[in-house]
């Protein structure tokens, strides 16, 4: 019911800037998306959490990535964004966009990802 179009990503010198976006298609008009985020898993480490949003715009960040990294959402698009500032080699992972949903009428909520989309930072 839910398909994430991202984009962003790339390669940038430390200390840079990038934007990311995750646009979500829902087919269906009762299905809501609740909660967006953006998740990363480096070569060898397991995925983590690097922001998340509700739909209400409460925002939560990993550790490593506060006071560097904005995610925004636009309900009215089911687009979610991700500014990460102050780029660091250790910043370098493939991103990938997360969208939780369900139906308006139900409980049951089912986690939707990305593509995935490659970040280096290197210089």
């Known amino acids: 019911q839910v398909q994430l179009v991202e984009s962003g990503g790339g390669l940038v010198q430390p200390g840079g800037s990038l934007r990311f976006s995750c646009a979500a298609s829902?087919?269906?008009?009762?299905?809501?998306?609740?909660?967006m985020g953006w998740y990363r898993q480096a070569p060898g480490k397991p995925r983590e959490m690097v922001a998340t949003i509700t739909s209400g715009g409460s925002t939560n960040y990993a550790d490593s990535v506060k006071g560097r990294c904005t995610i925004s959402r636009d309900n009215a698009k089911n687009t979610a964004y991700l500014q990460m500032d102050s780029l660091k080699p250790e910043d370098t992972a493939v991103y990938y966009c997360?969208?939780?949903?369900?139906?308006?009428?139900?409980?049951?909520?089912?986690?939707?990802w990305g593509q995935g989309t490659q970040v280096t930072v290197s210089s």
């Open positions: 829902v087919t269906a008009a009762s299905f809501i998306i609740r909660d």
């Open positions: 997360n969208a939780i949903g369900g139906y308006s009428y139900g409980s049951l909520r089912t986690s939707y």
